[in-house]
């Protein structure tokens, strides 16, 4: 029954509705000649629960494709997934359609040629498996700040840039180009050879033997 609804009441015309995704939102909507909104309604013509179904099947197909070459198809950003995060955390359906939706653009994107490994690192975030360090850093300065809610001592600020610095160069560790890196991903292994290997081999360009870290 999701995405169905009788918007003039029971024994009318069913309609299909559903959250616009993302990157189809201010593109031109091919039902209607008009952009995309926040929100899809389709009229389906039908008063017939089964042939509804078959309807916003059909819907739900055409939404796939346009998604896959809308506006914004490759935006992989940490932005993206995050609105996409939101989506999929408020799909109730059964049958998990913005999820479909969303697995169709990343495997339409990875035969584009979209590396493997940013669309896994987007997906994370956007299926919910991952918290972004990009979110999770700023809410640690917050925490930390002067007058902070739960009495903790504030952070100095060299250790503020410290940590800034740390955090720069574990993107770089990381290979996080697309700042969409997560806590799971820095496992107990990575963090050892973060610390033990990687940090201790920098040094700056204009003393190459001094070590920064």
């Not at 999701?2 to 029971?10: A, D």
């Not at 494709?65 to 992989?76: E, R």
């Not at 107990?188 to 290997?197: G, I, L, S, T, V």
Request: hydrophobic share 35%; with cysteine; net charge positive.
């Amino acid at each position: 029954m999701h995405y169905l609804i009788q918007p003039r009441g029971p024994g009318t015309g069913w309609v299909f509705r559903m959250v616009t995704p993302p990157e189809l939102v201010g593109m031109e909507n091919p039902w209607t000649g008009k952009p995309f909104g926040r929100e899809i309604r389709r009229g389906l013509k039908t008063r017939h629960l089964p042939e509804a179904r078959k309807r916003r099947d059909v819907a739900l197909g055409e939404i796939r494709k346009l998604a896959d070459t809308g506006n914004g198809a490759d935006d992989f950003s940490l932005e993206k997934a995050l609105e996409w995060r939101q989506m999929v955390a408020e799909d109730s359906s059964d049958e998990g359609a913005v999820g479909s939706i969303l697995g169709d653009r990343l495997e339409a994107a990875e035969s584009r040629g979209v590396p493997l490994k940013k669309l896994q690192g987007f997906g994370k975030v956007a299926f919910g498996k991952g918290f972004p360090i990009s979110k999770a850093f700023p809410q640690y300065l917050e925490e930390r700040k002067p007058g902070n809610r739960r009495g903790y001592k504030p952070l100095q600020r060299t250790t503020i840039l410290n940590a800034e610095t740390a955090l720069r160069h574990l993107r770089d560790f990381l290979g996080d180009e697309d700042r969409v890196a997560c806590l799971e991903d820095v496992t107990p292994e990575k963090a050892r050879r973060f610390r033990e290997d990687y940090l201790p081999s920098l040094t700056t360009r204009r003393s190459p033997e001094v070590q920064i870290f």
